[in-house]
């Protein structure tokens, strides 16, 4: 079955403490990007990745990294996860910008 | 820059009503795609529709439609017959050719509809 896995779904933490939040896909999709949703602002897209070893700013990316070491992974790291950063999160892959993308379920992160 | 408004925050009807979901873009490039994602009370993000510049044929899929109209930069979502199930929000979103720098995927804030019985 294709799809997109986050791990983990839930996650409370403390401020400060590093995390990662891994995301991986199964359809050999070229590129997979990271979103945060919060309340009245829609998704903004944090990092994106056109392949391995390629990856981009998107309109949010203070306070976050990424790795696109190999095709099928893309983790979002919060090396200094701050409250701000609580939000629902989802990564995404496509094979390419024009076509749909397919989404994770989601991580919600709670920082305290 | 890109930049699709959904100036609708907040729709409720009643059930069997139309309505329509507004969505307007803002872009400089002559090739680009605009696409609809329904995000259900569960909140997974769901694929609906993926339109490109060069094709402003309407589409009709069952009880939903989609107007492109480029003249006005908008390409609107209307649900015909409403049903409950139908309550989600709804985001419009708006991206460049894969050969483009900068090819961010720019969603718009999302609206956020209620059908009630």
């Known amino acids: 079955e294709a799809q997109v896995t986050q791990n983990p779904r839930y996650l409370i933490t403390v401020t400060g403490k590093k995390l990662t939040v891994t995301c991986s896909q199964n359809m050999n999709h070229e590129y997979m990007s990271w979103y945060r949703q919060d309340p009245g602002l829609g998704l903004r897209q944090i990092y994106y990745s056109m392949n391995v070893e390629v990856t981009d700013k998107g309109d949010v990316p203070e306070g976050y990294k990424v790795s696109r070491k190999e095709k099928r992974n893309f983790p979002l790291i919060l090396e200094s996860p701050s409250p701000n950063q609580t939000s629902l999160y989802f990564c995404?892959?496509?094979?390419?910008?024009?076509?749909?993308?397919?989404f994770g379920q989601g991580t919600r992160l709670t920082v305290v | 820059a890109q930049k699709v408004t959904q100036a609708q925050t907040e729709i409720s009807v009643v059930e069997k009503e139309d309505v329509t979901l507004d969505c307007v873009y803002e872009?400089?490039?002559?090739?680009?795609?605009l696409f609809w994602y329904k995000q259900p009370p569960s909140g997974e993000l769901v694929f609906l529709i993926r339109?490109?510049?060069?094709?402003?044929q309407n589409e009709i899929s069952g009880r939903y439609s989609w107007n492109f109209q480029k003249s006005t930069s908008s390409f609107n979502f209307t649900i015909t017959a409403s049903q409950v199930v139908d309550s989600a929000v709804y985001f419009c979103a708006l991206s460049r050719p894969p050969s483009y720098r900068d090819d961010k995927i720019i969603f718009g804030k999302g609206t956020r509809l209620h059908i009630l019985p």
């Open positions: 995404a892959s496509t094979p390419d910008t024009n076509t749909e993308a397919f």
């Open positions: 339109r490109n510049s060069f094709d402003e």
């Open positions: 872009t400089r490039d002559t090739t680009y795609y």
